[in-house]
């Protein structure tokens, strides 16, 4: 109904921003992250989804369309509603929640309030397969890489993953900062460790 709202940040409150829009104030909830990005006075674009229910009608908005889009498949996992689902944008980026997906990586995910351990693990479920870097707007020009490789470089990386989650970073960090490495299919663990750690510290 709404795609987009443009208009004047009017001001913003902790879980939302209310834009002026030829004198009309849109109360528009988003992520925590959006609301620190803005101040009054600034033109937004954000763009929308109307939650409609018997008792309360909301506008959530997003900057990007790739995370309105991961907003709408959360949404569609039982027992997550438009509070969660923000609770986890605003936890995690997309690209966090994508190797979170990828790693089982049930504890960051956790850490989004409202969500807890078994929610996370029901998020896992239902996004394996629907989580993907086209429509996260991610892809190989960003280094993200889906599928392991086989055979010893498998190995490799699968070796070098596990020393990155026995080093304390988590299993989404660690699967993002080997799959970021150029080139990491055809390193041995130890190099492959040496620049994951040097990648995981630019994250």
Not at 53 to 72: H, T, V
Not at 74 to 92: D, E, M, Q, R, Y
Not at 156 to 184: C, F, M, Q
């Amino acid at each position: 109904m709404i795609s987009y709202i443009k208009g004047t940040v009017s001001f913003t409150e902790a879980d939302s921003i209310v834009i002026d829009n030829h004198s009309i104030g849109y109360r528009v909830r988003t992520t925590i992250p959006t609301v620190e990005k803005v101040r009054s006075g600034d033109t937004v674009m954000l763009y929308t989804f109307l939650y409609v229910r018997e008792d309360a009608m909301a506008l959530y908005g997003f900057l990007s369309r790739e995370e309105l889009r991961i907003f709408q498949i959360l949404l569609g996992i039982s027992g997550i509603g438009p509070k969660a689902a923000l609770s986890v944008l605003s936890t995690l980026s997309a690209e966090d929640l994508y190797y979170a997906v990828l790693s089982d990586d049930a504890k960051s995910i956790a850490r989004s309030p409202g969500i807890g351990p078994k929610g996370a693990k029901r998020v896992i479920m239902e996004l394996k397969d629907k989580l993907t870097p086209e429509n996260l707007g991610i892809g190989q020009t960003e280094g993200v890489v889906s599928p392991l490789p086989v055979g010893d470089a498998a190995d490799s990386v699968s070796d070098t993953i596990e020393a990155l989650i026995a080093l304390g970073y988590s299993n989404g960090d660690a699967y993002r900062a080997v799959h970021k490495v150029p080139g990491a299919e055809q390193m041995d663990s130890e190099e492959l460790l040496k620049k994951s750690l040097t990648m995981i510290l630019t994250l």
